[in-house]
């Protein structure tokens, strides 16, 4: 066995563990489709240190939360186990390093644990399925017919999940499953000789048993298949043109400066490319709301480069194809301009810098993934794990020698590969030859022109010479950090942390948010919010900007929260003047430019065509209709969406952008005097703002009434799909009831375990059921929700299994140990927590407006360590004993069942 050891104190005291075995589906035997995926699941099932049922208990104890801080993934190479351990003492060393070896060689693998487990990994497939997936099998049988990758999907077939049994899970196990195709990385806050005897102790007696198996051969594409066309129907899958050119598949082999300057030119191409391709798409006539090109491995069979174009018009595919195949075919006649490959390099470089500066702040559980991915799989790539100081010195090297020329020659290798394979998706797919007779006109044509030369503008909203008078500045003692006000009104919150190096968070609250919208304009402002950004400044469309800033670190992005509206964004501290002068900008001369009306186009039409085909989106708008009849909430006629424009966003949005008051949080590696003079001379000389009065009237708020209705409803979807939701209202939050809120935290997730094990251990009817609360001080009435993706003929016990799990906890059956295993790993993690960047931001962000804020901040952990299981009790005789509102979704194809 190969194993990397890496001593790391991010975070203090923690470990992080991988297992990597180099198989997955890929070496599946035929009709055996699924075992790796499956084999995955059962290492969760009992081993030779753990009995069934016994894992999530016995790791909870140690603070280790399933799903967050223990899983696996399977893939069509590999299959990968991990743990990330809240603590090092010795009996969390034992019981981690135990189990890890158990996969190894300890897996029980009983034909009940089995069987009960098939039922789980069937549930899982049938969650996967959906008009995305129906396309994805259909494009792989026209591009690869006889690829054994399309034969071999990580998830098997419900076929083949049906058939294995114990027996043949247990051979794959033997074949696949020893030391000399396996990878064990440790990162953790340990030094190296005790991380080195903790391996050598549980895995120094593991042994192979025979020779290794013999791997599959690859199975190489037809690169001389004439250009072909996929033409494929569909109600509810976006439109979009995918053009694929194949090459032969071939190892990189070792990680050299060969091959680094391979990858360092091909993303210099793609990086160009798709820039131009994203300035195209910009314009009320843009051809195409996008279009990028992309080269990947197709598994172990060809490489591709990828065209992908989504058209800014249904029936305009042909115009957007024209567009995005002529500029690449630009490319090919003209290649690439210095500045084109400056400007990528310069982006590069300043990565490369913070990446230096951020090197000390990496997570254990980040560095073990790295390390455990550097280790070169049989017959693939693997990237070495480099020390970010040692990248500039490499990349600079590399980069200095290659030349505008080397990036034309790469890409004509990349695209000149097999002729196209073509994929059209639209509900009314033009004829195929159709397709071929564009694609080919296109190619035949005269080489289009040279890129005209761009003239960047000049940035308008730079330094004014003024400064923002401070009226108070003092310092908050729990926790600490500085409150500045300024005479203009801004209310500036300031922290000073480096817990993530070369990184400022900042956001800015203002208005009433979502209170201070009418109803009517409520669908105008919950899409708006996200063009605003997209619509520049009045001086400098956004195009404007990204070309006059290309390696800067500027941008902010709008959300409607319940009580306010939040500019957010993150930047470098070199970049926090920049970023100001932005926000300054965009606070008093928003542009609203209609520059992206093709993208909401595209955005309406993706809600509408998909909605109807996915359950739990079903189940959402059928309690909003039975529940809140009129409510703005619900989804409105197309039309009204379709009318919508940026005049609209502009009449709500502008008088909350340049009027109402300020609250601005800034938390970063920066020192609070230079981040207090940066927003003097920026923010703090924006005009005053006063309070206004809100003029949207009373707005819709969630009650949900006496009632507790039955609710069917039908999706178009998968006819194996169905789902199940339970609803238990609560009450309407506010700061004096956050401890039997805290409670209520507390019993969700004693009900999600209980739930976990009754619906998909026990029944093997679910693969991920969620438990889950809603809170919304002062706003929505909250609530408690189970909600399980089954099969339309597990229904039934499912939902009588639901009903069963939360009456006996109303009953009074919580015990002590799971009101300790559900808090422990969230209390396990509350340094860890405290120590970012993140946590502080989130602490401090609009504490002005909402002061109660900061008393969560610092009281939610008492409350959790002194919470009583009486208190808990309490909670669920109170909200839970009741009836709940129920609801089922089945596909229209299958009769609803009576919850």
Not at 154 to 168: V, Y
Not at 195 to 206: G, P
Not at 621 to 639: K, V
Not at 849 to 864: G, K, Q, S, T
Request: hydrophobic share 40%; aromatic share 8%.
């Amino acid at each position: 066995m190969r194993y990397a050891l890496l001593s790391n104190d991010r975070p203090a005291g923690g470990l992080s563990i991988r297992l990597r075995f180099d198989v997955g589906s890929y070496e599946e035997p035929d009709g055996q489709g699924g075992i790796a995926h499956f084999l995955e699941h059962m290492a969760f099932n009992g081993t030779q240190g753990l009995a069934e049922g016994e894992l999530a208990r016995r790791f909870a104890e140690a603070g280790v939360a399933f799903g967050r801080d223990q899983n696996a993934s399977t893939s069509t190479f590999a299959t990968t186990y991990k743990v990330d351990l809240p603590g090092t003492d010795a009996a969390s060393l034992a019981l981690a390093f135990g189990w890890m070896r158990d996969i190894g060689d300890g897996l029980l693998l009983t034909p009940d644990a089995v069987n009960r487990e098939r039922g789980v990994v069937l549930a899982e497939h049938d969650a996967r399925l959906g008009p995305a997936l129906t396309w994805r099998e259909a494009y792989q049988a026209f591009a690869a017919p006889t690829a054994r990758s399309r034969l071999r999907q990580p998830i098997g077939t419900p076929e083949s999940i049906r058939t294995i049994d114990a027996q043949a899970m247990a051979a794959f196990h033997r074949s696949w499953y020893r030391p000399d195709n396996a990878v064990l990385t440790v990162v953790g806050d340990l030094p190296l000789d005790t991380l080195e005897t903790a391996v050598r102790d549980n895995f120094s007696s593991w042994t192979a048993t025979g020779e290794p198996p013999p791997r599959s051969q690859a199975t190489p594409f037809d690169l001389a298949r004439p250009l072909d066309v996929m033409a494929y129907s569909s109600e509810t899958l976006p439109t979009g043109v995918s053009a694929c050119r194949l090459t032969a598949w071939k190892a990189l082999g070792p990680d050299t400066l060969s091959r680094r300057r391979a990858n360092i030119v091909r993303g210099l191409w793609t990086g160009i490319l798709n820039r131009r391709l994203a300035l195209l798409a910009q314009g009320a006539d843009a051809p195409f709301t996008s279009a990028g090109v992309a080269w990947s491995p197709w598994t172990r069979e060809a490489n591709a480069v990828c065209l992908n174009v989504t058209p800014a018009a249904e029936g305009d595919w042909a115009r957007a194809m024209t567009s995005a195949l002529t500029e690449v075919r630009r490319l090919q006649a003209h290649g690439v301009e210095a500045r084109e490959i400056a400007r990528i390099v310069d982006a590069q470089k300043r990565f490369n810098a913070t990446a230096i500066e951020q090197a000390d702040d990496r997570y254990s559980e980040s560095l073990s993934d790295a390390l455990v991915s550097a280790f070169p799989l049989h017959d693939l790539d693997a990237s070495a794990f480099v020390h970010p100081s040692s990248i500039p010195d490499i990349y600079d090297s590399v980069v200095a020698g290659i030349s505008a020329n080397d990036v034309r020659e790469d890409f004509a290798r990349a695209w000149n590969g097999s002729e196209p394979l073509i994929s059209i998706v639209m509900p009314q797919p033009p004829n195929e030859d159709d397709v071929k007779a564009v694609w080919q006109q296109v190619s035949a044509s005269p080489l289009p022109a040279a890129q005209m030369d761009e003239s960047a503008a000049t940035w308008a909203y730079g330094e004014t010479g003024t400064l923002g008078r401070i009226v108070s500045r003092e310092t908050i003692a729990a926790p600490e950090f500085t409150r500045v006000r300024f005479d203009n009104g801004l209310v500036l919150n300031v922290k000073s942390v480096a817990f993530t190096r070369d990184l400022i968070t900042m956001a800015v609250r203002l208005g009433d948010g979502r209170a201070g919208v009418a109803d009517a304009d409520y669908q105008a402002a919950s899409m708006g919010a996200a063009f605003v950004n997209a619509g520049g400044l009045g001086k400098h469309s956004l195009r404007d900007i990204q070309d006059m800033f290309p390696d800067r670190r500027i941008g902010l992005s709008l959300q409607m929260l319940e009580r306010a509206f939040q500019l957010s964004g993150s930047t470098r501290p070199a970049d926090l003047e920049l970023q100001l002068q932005f926000a300054s900008a965009l606070l008093s001369d928003p542009g609203f430019r209609d520059d992206f009306v093709g993208q909401r186009r595209q955005a309406i039409d993706s809600l509408y065509r998909a909605y109807r085909t996915q359950p739990a989106t079903v189940l959402s708008l059928a309690l909003a209709e039975e529940l809140t009849p009129g409510s703005p909430r619900l989804l409105p006629p197309r039309e009204a969406m379709d009318a919508l424009t940026m005049a609209d966003f502009e009449r709500i949005f502008r008088p909350v952008l340049t009027q109402a008051p300020l609250e601005l949080t800034i938390v970063g590696d920066m020192p609070e005097d230079e981040v207090i003079d940066l927003v003097a001379r920026t923010m703090g000389t924006l005009p005053s703002r006063t309070p206004t009065a809100s003029t949207a009237g009373e707005v819709f708020l969630l009650r949900f009434g006496d009632d507790r209705p039955t609710i069917s409803a039908t999706h178009e979807g998968p006819a194996a799909q169905a789902f199940v939701s339970a609803i238990w209202p609560l009450f309407v939050s506010e700061p004096s009831r956050r401890r039997e809120q805290r409670a209520l935290e507390l019993l969700r997730a004693i009900l999600q375990e209980r739930v976990r094990d009754e619906v998909r251990e026990s029944l093997g009817a679910t693969y991920s059921p969620s438990t889950s609360h809603s809170f919304d001080d002062f706003g929505d009435q909250g609530s408690m929700t189970v909600a399980v993706a089954t099969s339309p003929a597990d229904l039934d016990r499912v939902t009588e299994a639901v009903r069963r799990v939360v009456a006996d906890v109303a009953s009074g059956t919580v015990t002590q140990s799971e009101l300790d295993n559900v808090r422990t790993p969230v209390l396990a993690r509350i340094a860890d927590n405290r120590a970012t960047n993140s946590w502080w931001f989130g602490t401090l962000n609009g504490s002005a407006r909402e002061p109660y804020r900061l008393r969560d901040a610092v009281e939610w952990e008492v409350d959790y360590r002194d919470m009583t299981l009486e208190e808990l009790k309490a909670a669920a005789r109170t909200w839970l004993s009741g009836r709940p509102i129920e609801a089922v979704v089945v596909s229209s194809a299958t009769p609803p069942s009576d919850p």
